[in-house]
């Protein structure tokens, strides 16, 4: 249907939806591609987060979506509307749908097409349709809002019957009774939406939820696709709340009995430490892990289609994370945290530290990691030290006294080295 002015929300005009759009950073080529074209429409989360920004006094919403990817919707040819996009495109024709990346950024486009689910789980079957239809198999309906982006009616909004009203009100709503068990992996977005906007989930959607849980939904979907939804829920601003969302609905343990975070403090210590350059999704994934046996998680996350960077990291943290916490704990000198860490990752020492050795790993983080000798092996070699073990061992007792500040510049550091391996 047209959406029409809400009671409780002030709808932008045409001209004020289109400023609004012209203003993301990721529309400008958008606009070009689309031009005059009627039938395509920006839908999905950037007309949601547009709309409340403007209910929040946010502005043009820019701010807010930053520069996210931007879903698309079109009646017509997705195909000729993602050459004319340019970038990276990669078509996926048995849905309709295409992605573009250009200039670093996102578009996901998809024909307006309506589904159908041939077993609960199972990938849809999806055939041309309407705008209003399309909208109207979304996962919820405040994601069910679009605005045409060309041609004469370009501005104009369009929302499935009680979005607008269900995002006024801030409710998660599904659409159907047969919602999660079509698609599982909603159970997981519920989760995200709800941690990420502060939305309440409507009641009847929340019962809907735990139903599909406790018949055991999850299990109808591949892992790859419940792995890719923990992921992107992963790496949401505030992780911790989406994990505990999860919990609340029970989705955590449906995953694996053991999985989940007990300790909310505890994680956000351990998301404190992380500095910058640390993975926070990896971070908190193993948080989650913890009770996972090792051999448990492995299986786990190869079922879930984790890369191997990324299962390896969560191994290697969740495995070694308490004894690299007794460790730095019992460590004095800066030399003594440092061996103690050895070869660890930021995010392993990030966990270690939130399970109680604090202080020791901010010092590791902070600073001691990038603590680096002046010296090589090959100095070392130059001044008659034989290759082999005993190179390594004169750089690790140099290392070691300039951790501890006993040793300054690079003759003092090949000093201590060369001493080290004649005794």
Partial sequence: MLASQDARMRIPTSQELMQRIRALPAAPPLLAAVGEEPGVYLVGGAIRDLLLADGEGGGDGAERLGAGDLDLVAEGDVAALAARLGGRYRAHERFGTASVILD????????????????????????????REDLERRDFTVNAIAVALGGPGAGELTAAPGALEDLASRRLRVFHDRSFS????????????????????????LALARAAVAGDALATVSGARIGAELRLLAREDDPVAALAALAELG????????????DGEQARRALALLPPDGRRDVLVLALAALRVPPAALARLLDE????????DGILAAVTRARPT?????????????????????VELVALAGALGAQEQAREWLERLRRVRLEIDGGDLIAAGVPEGPAVG????????AKLDGRVCGRESELGEALRAVAT
């Fill in 325 to 345: 916490a007794q460790a730095l704990a019992a460590a004095g000198p800066a030399s003594e945290i440092a061996a103690a860490v050895g070869r660890g990752s």
């Fill in 304 to 311: 879930l289609a984790f890369d191997a960077e990324t299962r």
């Fill in 182 to 205: 079509d698609d599982p992996t909603r159970l997981l977005r519920l989760a995200r939406y709800a941690s990420r906007l502060g939305f309440a989930v409507e009641p009847a959607t």
């Fill in 393 to 400: 061992e004169g750089l690790r007792a140099a290392l070691a």
């Fill in 104 to 131: 670093g950024r996102g578009y996901d486009l998809a024909m307006a097409r309506r589904e159908t689910y041939p077993a609960p789980g199972a990938l849809p079957e999806v055939e041309p349709a309407s705008l």
């Fill in 251 to 262: 989705i955590d343990t449906a995953i694996e009995p053991r999985f989940g975070i007990e």
